[in-house]
């Protein structure tokens, strides 16, 4: 350290205007209660269009949701594996990365627990099967990650790219077992695993027995990641190595092993949503059984910039548009497709009111 | 000295009709008055030198001249008659020109299609053999040589620079002016702007030359004005009527203590903090960026770095920090061999630098000036798995202190900062290291005179402190004031190292050029 007499009186600050004013709160909720309505309103027309009357339909979608316990497990149940996944692309975007590849590290993740399970179901305690399934999901959709990760900091591959691509190949590792080696002989020729025996389905919870342990376990995982990004220096040096690369780089930070972690950890965090998906709900692999997680959970990680906490508020948002789009299905004659118009209407609005940056918020 | 008592200049130039007049000219950035009640006026055939330090609003009341910015409040008068400039393109109209401090020119085009694209009139088709005769016959009138057909990626900073002058001039300017001109310049380059000046003083147009360096405007100009924070603080004055201490006062606002000039001399058996041998190194776009270096700096030594702008200064800066793979030779630092090219392998071995571009090599978006700083102390405020906020913000409090550079409030975020604040963030940072090796690369860029001088005391502090210090900068005047040794690359070439007290500018600019010593 440098020290020389005492500082010179003559060095004064620079004038610096102050930072422009993002937090008056009432601009700020007021911006938000105009996205969403506008959202809605665009759905609205959308909902006229095809001869449905928007506020029935609103109205319907919303008893259906919110207004009985039974749909609100549905709705918690949802939001669960949406929740983690978007804590897959929440993780890698504090690296500044874009990871496509929910839908895949789900899948993987879904695969290993059901390997798991028929490889140890009956030969172990059942309790060790979970946990065993759980950390052997988290393990294969880390390791999906990873691959393109290597790629990335080894090669300069787009990581976009490459988890996106691994999708597809996923999907076709599943349909492989299911219709092969894995394939259910008592299942009527449809392609499905072997199902779960019942005492290794995830334990639920509440009146009507519905919410299950992994709803709880992606609650406890949204905490976790939170104080990861938040507390350690390595969520610190992440957010480095994510707003300037080449500031990481100079600060001798080692910028290729945190970008590798920081989506091998995202990765975990869908695996994980493969499995709770499986064990608590599926209970047997089948094909489509993922359908869309992966990219809902980018949707959620983006309307909540990333932000761990707020993303459950934007998974449960999504998780009830989900529930909802039954409803819609039911009441108003529309395809159940149609919430997906929803949810990009609201993604829309979100992004459009104030763009984020990737790992700017903390 | 008050500057009340620095009178206008009564000179040859006093009969000469205003080109430009401006009354009350006021510019507000938002809380911030860049330039307040500005009076200023230029003169056909002078050349009127504005002096002031960074950020005394020098630009902005160019580019008030200029249309760029329209004023909040004054008027501005050309030839007499007030007029509204609301763009580039009315001062253009009126006879003003500006050659900007980064020449815009387009590399990979011609000289006569560069000139070509901003000739008025020009219509859809381009008359080459028509231009190329106008570049030559304008030229000649000036006494300029400029070769048409060559492309300008080809050619020289300065010849650059005349390129640029010249398509202002052909654009119909009488008065041009040219904003820090000299501040990517050799001197024998400064000379051959200054003869082009003064013969466009001959042919009766006006210039402007904003600068801060006093020499040059004693060497050009006729009258002089100078702006402190916004305001003019003395209007037309004419040189020859005042000393360069009333000039440094006016436009610091104090007198400016000068650097100790009693320094220890770096024992000869000092050992090497940084030894350079054979390194050649590649450019981003795999030329050769530079051959056969072979430097030592000493521990308490400061070795300065000279060349015209891109003579592999850049390149040098980050081969010693191992930001930048070595194609052949070494690197050692403290007497131990950089490995490979690594920049944590560097720090560890106590090699700290000060970037040359800090928003695009060291400011992280969204992160304060505490976690700026904190950066470089991980290690040492580890908690845990995480890191000790509270020691953190201590640290840099007493850092700031001791420092002494004044930065701004702790928790502001420093992308949102101006280019100075950044900087102080930049160096407060880097002397708050305990190093071996401090490179700097143009540390006082962006910085006012007293701060510029604090930062001068602090690499003189590490030079004592024992450190070697590797000092790039763009002006000679602070390198030969601040360096035991001056090492002048051209080229990427080294072209000799000399020691300040033993030779001329002159002497350096020639090596700088590529002449030999």
Redesign the interface.
């Known amino acids: 350290?440098?020290?020389?007499d005492?500082?010179?009186e003559?060095?004064?600050?620079?004038?610096?205007?102050p930072?422009k004013g993002t937090n008056d709160l009432a601009r700020r909720v007021g911006s938000w209660v105009v996205a969403y309505l506008g959202a809605l309103a665009v759905f609205g027309a959308f909902m006229a269009l095809k001869g449905v009357n928007p506020f029935v339909a609103y109205r319907d979608m919303f008893d259906s949701t919110l207004m009985n316990s039974a749909s609100l497990s549905e709705v918690l149940i949802k939001a669960a594996p949406f929740l983690l996944a978007a804590l897959a692309v929440a993780v890698p975007a504090r690296g500044g990365l874009v990871n496509l590849g929910g839908e895949g590290q789900i899948v993987m993740g879904g695969i290993a627990a059901a390997g798991v399970a028929l490889g140890l179901e009956g030969k172990v305690a059942s309790g060790l099967v979970m946990v065993a399934m759980l950390v052997g999901a988290m393990v294969a959709g880390a390791l999906w990650a990873a691959l393109a990760g290597v790629l990335r900091v080894g090669a300069g591959i787009n990581e976009a790219i490459s988890t996106l691509l691994l999708n597809y190949i996923a999907i076709d590792v599943l349909l492989y077992l299911i219709s092969g080696p894995w394939k259910d002989s008592a299942g009527f020729g449809q392609l499905a695993s072997k199902p779960l025996a019942d005492e290794t389905r995830l334990p639920t919870f509440g009146s009507d027995g519905r919410i299950h342990l992994g709803v709880f376990i992606a609650m406890a995982a949204a905490v976790g990641i939170w104080l990861l990004l938040r507390?350690?220096?390595?969520g610190?040096?992440l957010?480095?190595a994510g707003?300037?690369g080449?500031?990481?780089?100079?600060?001798?930070?080692?910028v290729a092993k945190l970008l590798l972690s920081g989506l091998i950890t995202g990765g975990a965090m869908a695996g994980l949503a493969g499995a709770i998906h499986f064990a608590g709900v599926e209970g047997q692999l089948r094909p489509g059984m993922t359908f869309g997680f992966g990219y809902i959970g980018f949707l959620a990680s983006w309307l909540a910039g990333h932000h761990p906490i707020r993303i459950a508020g934007a998974a449960l948002l999504l998780g009830a548009i989900a529930v909802a789009g039954d409803s819609l299905q039911i009441d108003a004659g529309l395809p159940a497709a149609s919430v997906n118009v929803l949810m990009a209407f609201v993604l829309f609005a979100v992004l459009g009111k104030k763009p984020r940056?990737a790992?700017?918020?903390? | 000295m008050s500057i009340a008592t620095l009178e206008p200049s009564a000179d040859r130039t006093k009969q000469s009709p205003s080109i430009i007049e401006v009354r009350g000219l006021t510019k507000r950035?938002?809380?911030?008055v860049a330039t307040g009640d500005v009076d200023f006026d230029v003169r056909s055939g002078e050349v009127h030198s504005l002096l002031g330090e960074n950020?005394a609003g020098k630009s902005t009341l160019m580019k008030l001249l200029y249309g760029v910015y329209q004023p909040d409040a004054g008027e501005i008068l050309v030839d007499g008659v007030v007029h509204r400039l609301d763009s580039p393109a009315d001062a253009r109209a009126l006879g003003i020109g500006m050659v900007f401090q980064d020449l815009r020119l387009i590399p990979a085009f011609t000289v006569a299609e560069n000139i070509a694209l901003s000739l008025p009139g020009g219509g859809f088709r381009y008359r080459r053999q028509a231009v190329e005769r106008q570049i030559l016959d304008a030229g000649a009138e000036l006494g300029f040589s400029v070769d048409p057909k060559a492309l300008v990626r080809h050619l020289s900073i300065g010849e650059r620079q005349r390129v640029e002058i010249l398509k202002v001039l052909m654009s119909g300017a009488r008065l041009v002016i040219l904003d820090e001109p000299t501040s990517v310049l050799a001197p024998q380059e400064v000379d051959g702007l200054f003869t082009a000046i003064r013969s466009l003083r001959a042919k009766g147009l006006a210039v402007v030359i904003i600068t801060h360096k006093l020499h040059e405007t004693r060497a050009i100009a006729d009258r002089l004005s100078i702006l402190r924070a916004g305001r003019m603080v003395g209007s037309g004055i004419d040189p020859t009527t005042v000393d360069d201490r009333a000039l440094i006062s006016a436009m610091v606002g104090?007198e400016v203590?000068p650097l100790p000039v009693e320094r220890s001399d770096p024992p000869a058996d000092r050992p090497a903090a940084l030894r350079v041998t054979g390194v050649h190194v590649r450019g981003d776009g795999g030329n050769t960026a530079l051959h056969d270096i072979h430097l030592e700096v000493k521990a308490g030594e400061v070795m300065g770095v000279a060349g015209v702008a891109g003579s592999g200064q850049r390149e040098l800066y980050e081969a010693v920090?191992g930001?930048r793979p070595l194609h052949t030779g070494d690197i050692h630092i403290a007497a131990v061999e950089m490995a490979k090219s690594d920049?944590?392998a560097a720090?560890?071995l106590g090699a700290v630098?000060i970037?040359e571009d800090p928003i695009?090599?060291?400011?992280?978006?969204?992160?304060d000036v505490t976690?700026h700083l904190?950066?470089?102390n991980?290690s040492s405020l580890?908690k845990g798995?995480?890191?000790d906020w509270a020691r953190a913000r201590e640290l840099v409090a007493e850092?700031d202190?001791?420092?002494?550079?004044?930065?701004?409030a702790h928790d502001?975020?420093v992308a949102?900062?101006?280019g100075?604040?950044v900087q102080?963030v930049m160096l407060t940072r880097a002397?708050?290291?305990?190093c071996t090796l401090l490179v700097a690369a143009y540390p006082s860029r962006g910085l006012?005179v007293?701060?510029t001088r604090?930062t001068q005391?602090?690499l003189l502090?590490?030079r004592e402190?024992g450190a070697g210090v590797l000092f790039i900068s763009e002006d000679l005047d602070e390198l030969m004031e601040l360096s035991d040794q001056i090492a002048v690359l051209h080229n990427g070439h080294l072209a000799g190292v000399v020691t300040p007290g033993e030779v001329d500018r002159y002497a350096i600019g020639q090596l700088m050029l590529g002449g030999s010593e």
């Open positions: 350290m440098t020290v020389i005492s500082p010179p003559e060095i004064t600050v620079a004038p610096e205007a930072t507390s350690t220096s390595w610190f040096q957010r480095v707003g300037n080449e500031a990481a780089r100079r600060a001798g930070l080692p940056l790992g700017a918020s903390r | 950035f938002g809380d911030l950020g104090r203590p920090l930001l920049p944590g720090l560890a630098g970037p695009s090599d060291a400011v992280v978006p969204g992160l976690e904190a950066l470089s991980l580890r798995l995480g890191i850092l202190r001791q420092i002494g550079l004044r930065m701004v502001r975020t949102d900062l101006s100075g604040n102080r002397f708050g290291v305990d006012d007293a701060t604090r005391e602090l502090a590490q402190a």
